[in-house]
């Protein structure tokens, strides 16, 4: 077992000792509400929103962005279980802003090795790339705010998603933890 299975393992160990009655708890998220955000280490939705076990769906990708596959986890999210009220929340410092579809095309042909960042992509593999890369779309972001709004008006105007839940567009500072509001987009994201 490799030394981080064992400490995951361990950790779990500790969880389950406090696991308390959270076994009881609904499949439906008792808070009605769900959120759109960033793989980003640095974020703890349970945390900087204040979520406990069965409140509420936290949805995450690379960047927080409306994706197929993120709006198909909302449609579900509400049509099944219930959600009335949304967050897509993107962020300070999000490593989707450092890149583009062709440099990640170009490394990922490169090789399939992790690429380092001095300010500049490069590629220092030594291992066989792939093309595959360059038909992929990584939605990668060039202005933070624009994709709040962006991704709001996506999931807004999608005809699966119901006029009725509003959509709130975020950004949250990681130097500060702060939630700070993307007034256009939540103006975009109101209920219909
Ligand atoms: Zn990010």
Redesign the pocket.
């Known amino acids: 077992m490799s030394k981080l299975v064992a400490e995951v393992i361990q950790a779990n160990e500790q969880y389950v000792e406090n696991f308390g009655d959270k076994g009881g708890l609904a499949l439906p998220p008792a808070r009605h509400f769900a959120v759109l ?4 280490a640095r ?1 703890d939705p349970a945390k900087f929103a204040g979520l406990a076990e069965g409140d509420a769906h936290v949805i995450r990708n ?3 962005r409306a994706s197929d596959d993120a709006i198909r986890s909302l449609v579900i999210s509400y049509k099944l279980l219930g959600t009335k009220e949304w967050f897509v929340i ?2 300070t ?5 450092l890149f583009t579809n062709e440099i990640m095309g170009n490394l990922l042909a490169s090789s399939l090795d992790t690429a380092t960042f001095d300010g500049k992509w490069k590629d220092i593999g030594t291992t066989p790339g792939s093309n595959e890369g360059k038909e992929i779309d990584f939605l990668t ?1 060039s202005n933070l705010a624009d994709s709040v709004v962006e991704d709001v008006a996506k999931v807004r105007n999608h005809p699966l998603v119901p006029p009725s839940i509003p959509v709130y567009g975020y950004i949250y500072d990681v130097k500060t933890g702060r939630l700070i509001e993307v007034e256009e987009a939540t103006k975009v994201g109101t209920v219909k």
Do not use: K, V
């Open positions: 955000t960033c793989m980003d974020l690379a960047g927080g993107h962020h410092d999000c490593g989707m802003e972001i």
